[in-house]
């Protein structure tokens, strides 16, 4: 009798362990489906190409760092299409924390946009935003590198809260001139008329000419002085000092003549834009407008 012992070694390609995990090109899956391999592929062969069903659960696709999507004949990034992308922001989740209030108009008004086509679509699609190099120096935060390329990246979120800042300043600035509108328009319906107690007339032209300068320095923070000139033929000089709604907020009576000083206290007002005007005999020689900042 003749007896032959065959022994071969073959990796398995197919690895089902006791625990139900199955690993291909592997023979210790440590998931329910483990794939060892650089390429795998799902065929589209029917209403879905892959189809993940987890019944309301948590999906995950997971990776040490990022998720690419690349076309199959490897010519770049392929489209990702889906209802809606929700990115973190619980705030109990950061730290270094900058408000970005102000800074807005004068970063955005640096950003220039561009419509373009990628060199490898083929279909030459238009499209439109901007280049990660120039937003670079701008918005750092917002732009990304390719270790392995160096090519440039985007996340267009970054530049949405500088958007909303300055889109909040601009209305400031709309608020401001509106309100500057409605002062005047007031001032030319009222006959030039700033406060009830003292009524603006017509009076003679003094021999001497008043004036009114603009106070220094301007804008100002805490105190703000007044240079004027009252002619000695005036009976009654006012510096009237009021807000941008034409609200009066000080009323001082100037007792000399020649060139006066009025001091303006800022400490405890808003930052804003005020206005200030000269009434001698009354007679309004001038108005002129200050900016309180802090």
Known sequence: MLVVFISSVVNAQIKVTGDGNIGINTTQPAFKLDINS??????????????????????????????VFYRTDG?????????????????????????????????????????????????????SGFFAQDVESIIPEAVFTTDSTK??????????????????EQQLQIEELSNMVKYFQKVLNSNNQ???????????????????EQNIPNPFSNE????????????????????VNGM??????????????????????????????LIIDGQKVDTRKMILSK
């Open 38 to 67: 650089m390429d795998t592929r799902s065929y589209y062969s029917g209403r879905n190409a892959l189809h993940f069903n987890h019944f309301g659960l948590d999906p995950r696709l997971c990776s040490d760092d990022k998720i």
């Open 75 to 127: 010519t770049g990034l392929a489209k990702i299409e889906s209802q809606f992308c929700l990115h973190p922001a619980d705030r109990s989740t950061m730290e270094n924390i900058v408000s970005l209030q102000n800074k807005g108009l004068a970063t955005i008004s640096r950003l220039q946009g561009f419509s373009f086509n990628f060199k490898n679509d083929k279909l030459k699609m238009k499209e």
């Open 151 to 168: 090519s440039k990246s985007l996340n267009y979120n970054s530049i949405i809260p500088y958007l909303v800042e300055a889109i909040k």
């Open 194 to 212: 700033l406060s009830e107690s003292q009524p603006i007339k017509e009076a003679p032209i003094l021999p001497e000419k008043a004036r009114l």
């Open 224 to 243: 703000t002085k007044i240079n004027c000139f009252i002619p000695s033929a005036a009976h009654s000089s006012y510096l009237y000092h009021y807000d």
């Open 248 to 277: 009066p907020l000080q009323q001082f009576h100037i007792t000399g003549k020649g060139d006066q000083v009025v001091n303006i206290d800022g400490t405890n007002r808003i930052p804003g834009i005020y206005f200030y005007s």
